[in-house]
């Protein structure tokens, strides 16, 4: 049975360098926690304030305000497809996405998990993350990926071709 203790204890190292990265990334996040919260009033506040490194989440943000005056969300609106692009390109989303998903194997290799679902895969880019990991691991854990728009169908089909040995066990 997973407990507390037991993840913790076989996270440690994972927990100091994730939080490592964070402190010294986000070292600013007192700034941009007083802009947000401007953002979210509606209170003007310039671009030039605001530390490079929450750039998109500004972006992201003025995006989904808008959305919301408007009363609806779109995951298919263009602006996010676009910011989207833009956040898979920064490196902290490659460190956040091997980081979850190593988290995620040892989590599974010590409960016995059988399946790993990911829901809402979009581009699959962390599911490109996640294939890529068990790959170099050996691991083999079935990984069913869905997405409410159809283009999921597209990007796995990509993923299937850059695995092969992957498509072979689970497909
Ligand atoms: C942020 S994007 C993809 C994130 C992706 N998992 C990653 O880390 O790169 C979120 C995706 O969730 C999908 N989505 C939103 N609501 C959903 C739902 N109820 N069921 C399945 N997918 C959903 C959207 O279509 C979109 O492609």
Redesign the pocket.
Known sequence: MLTKELIKENLADLEEKYVGHLVKRFSEWEVWATASQKIANREEVKEHEIPMVFHVELKMMRVILEMEDLGKFD??DPR?SQL?RE??KDPF?TFF?EMITEISLRLANLAGVKTFL??????????DIMLKQMSDKDQSIPLVA????S??LENIGTLKDAYPQVNRKYC
């Open positions: 995951w298919n996010l989207f956040v898979t989303y996405g990911e829901i809402g895969a979009g581009r699959a880019h962390l599911t869905t997405d409410a728009q283009v999921i």
